[in-house]
Nanobody, 124 residues
Framework: RLVESGGGLVQAGDSLRLSCAAS????????LGWFRQAPGKERNFVAA????????SYADSVKGRSTISRDNAKITTYLEIRSLNAEDTAVYYC???????????????????WGQGTQVTVSS
């Protein structure tokens, strides 16, 4: 089970940190990722991290202004996005796949488990 938190209404230029808590020891060696879906658009990859090694991958849209991290003891991943703008408004989903070898997974179809999502709204 994946539970996201940290969404809400923020001002353009602010920063936001989302959390995704995974329950179940199998997630301790998984890859946890973040995806987002803006109104009327497809769900897109944002960032991902392998829980065991901490290898990361970022979408170009957030690269340089976001950081994904993890707390292995809590089996939790965090996504911080800085310099938020209106284009960051979306429902943010946490996802997990019980694979961590090879390139960091970035495709939605590669992920097995999904959270319910948390809304992030950036006000200009």
């Amino acid at each position: 089970r994946l539970v996201e938190s940290g969404g809400g209404l923020v001002q353009a230029g602010d920063s936001l940190r989302l959390s995704c808590a995974a329950s179940g020891r199998t997630f301790s060696t998984a890859t946890l990722g973040w995806f987002r879906q803006a109104p009327g658009k497809e769900r897109n990859f944002v960032a991902a991290i392998t829980m065991s090694e901490g290898r990361t991958s970022y979408a170009d849209s957030v690269k340089g202004r976001s950081t994904i991290s993890r707390d292995n003891a809590k089996i939790t991943t965090y996504l911080e996005i800085r310099s938020l703008n209106a284009e960051d408004t979306a429902v943010y989903y946490c996802a997990a796949v019980l694979l961590a070898w090879g390139p960091v997974r970035t495709k939605e179809s590669e992920y097995t488990y999904w959270g319910q999502g948390t809304q992030v709204t950036v006000s200009s």
